[in-house]
């Protein structure tokens, strides 16, 4: 079946840095992409819908210029946390769809990236 | 953003019973999906509905899609440990928009 990576499981990093995660179809292409934020025990929430070839769409109330997206071809796209603060420290989920069957059943999620700000 | 209801939080059985839980919505949504994430996991998708009133299964699994469209329900038969996992569910509001709301979750333990 088709699988999604993302890359890295888990970060740790000092506040003040960035971060860069990675979310890769692949064995399809994906015009769309989305990153989700998950707290300990809580639900997911989208944060953005990534668009090959375009700027992403941001949720109402997620920085733009705090979680910038990047999308640059049909099977990668990036999340980075700039000036990372302990209350960026979360689990990371991407999502993407496979252009060739839009269905739910090829939207595919990755496995997370466990952020954790010191 | 929007979250679905969904109950309940927790839920802790014995190996070999049926579980249920569901999820309720105060606007329609024109899809429901169920989801299990495992502990550091994404979520893989369970089930998916696609029309008011569909009653779907897949294997120990049944879901169904409410009349009104702003609820469904996901029972789980015949419990095994595997089942252990958070059970989350989903709405979709179509068209060519592939942005899901989730609900809560409910976290589920199977005692052996």
């Known amino acids: 079946g088709a699988v999604v990576s993302q890359h890295p499981s888990r970060v740790i990093c000092k506040s003040g840095t960035s971060v860069k995660i990675e979310c890769r179809s692949l064995?399809?292409?994906?015009?769309?992409m989305f990153w989700y934020r998950q707290f300990p025990k809580q639900s997911l929430m989208l944060m953005a819908t990534?668009?090959?070839?375009?700027?992403?769409?941001?949720e109402q109330g997620v920085e733009k210029d705090k979680f910038l997206i990047n999308h640059a071809s049909l099977t990668l796209s990036t999340l980075t946390v700039t000036s990372a603060h302990p209350e960026d420290s979360s689990f990371y989920i991407c999502?993407?769809?496979?252009?060739?069957?839009?269905?739910?059943?090829?939207?595919?999620f990755g496995s997370g990236t466990q952020l954790s700000v010191l | 953003g929007q979250q679905l209801n969904q109950s309940p939080q927790s839920m802790f059985i014995q190996e070999g019973e049926d579980v249920s839980m569901n999820c309720t919505s105060s606007?329609?949504?024109?899809?429901w999906l169920w989801y299990k994430q495992d502990p550091g996991e994404g979520p893989v998708l369970l089930i998916a509905?696609?029309?008011?009133?569909e009653l779907t299964s897949n294997g120990r699994l049944t879901a169904q899609f409410g009349i009104t469209r702003k609820d469904s329900f996901l029972n789980i038969s015949a419990s095994i440990p595997s089942d252990v996992g958070i059970y989350f569910c989903?709405?979709?509001?179509?068209?060519?928009?592939?942005?899901?709301?989730f609900g809560k979750g409910t976290l589920l333990t199977v005692n052996p």
């Open positions: 509905l696609y029309k008011a009133g």
């Open positions: 999502s993407a769809q496979d252009r060739g069957v839009p269905t739910n059943e090829k939207l595919f």
């Open positions: 989903a709405g979709q509001k179509g068209g060519s928009n592939y942005k899901l709301t």
């Open positions: 606007s329609i949504f024109n899809t």
């Open positions: 064995d399809f292409q994906a015009t769309t």
């Open positions: 990534s668009n090959e070839g375009s700027k992403a769409t941001y």
